[in-house]
């Protein structure tokens, strides 16, 4: 017994050497999945575009209510949320939100837009609880 049991601290010790030697890391494979981020508007972002520009794929976006006198243009997987579609207002003189990538927009009163949401692409995008005026 004694035998089997130095034999195999010698056989750990070289490998634990031979690995140091040769440099053999052990890391995660590339393309990983980021974690997916809750991102606020006007908490982390003043305007919902600038929020949309910072996020990445997979990411969600809440609107706090008020009322943001922009166009919107989503060109990246997300899901953009207003924190009530009665008090949280997207009112552009354009196409108010145009989608460009299958996104995800609920919860907001748009205004005075030509279009309301364009999609620009050939997507699935899913709008829901919104008033449209």
Not at 10 to 26: N, P
Not at 62 to 69: E, N, P, Q, S, W
Request: net charge negative; charged share 15%.
């Amino acid at each position: 017994m004694e035998k089997k049991g130095k034999f195999f601290n010698l056989f750990l010790a070289i490998l634990i050497a031979v690995t140091a030697i040769i440099g053999v890391s052990f890391s995660l494979p590339q393309g990983e999945a980021q974690a997916q981020s809750i991102i606020y508007v006007p908490d982390d972002y003043p305007l919902i575009q600038a929020a949309v520009d910072a996020a990445n794929t997979g990411d969600t976006i809440i609107v706090r209510a008020g009322t943001y006198k922009e166009n919107v243009n989503v060109n990246k997987s997300i899901t953009l949320q207003g924190e009530d579609r009665n008090t949280t207002i997207i009112d552009a003189e354009l196409a108010t939100v145009r989608m460009s990538a299958s996104s995800t927009i609920t919860g907001f009163t748009i205004k005075n837009g030509t279009y309301g949401v364009e999609c620009t692409n050939p997507i699935t995008p899913f709008i829901d609880d919104n008033i449209f005026t």
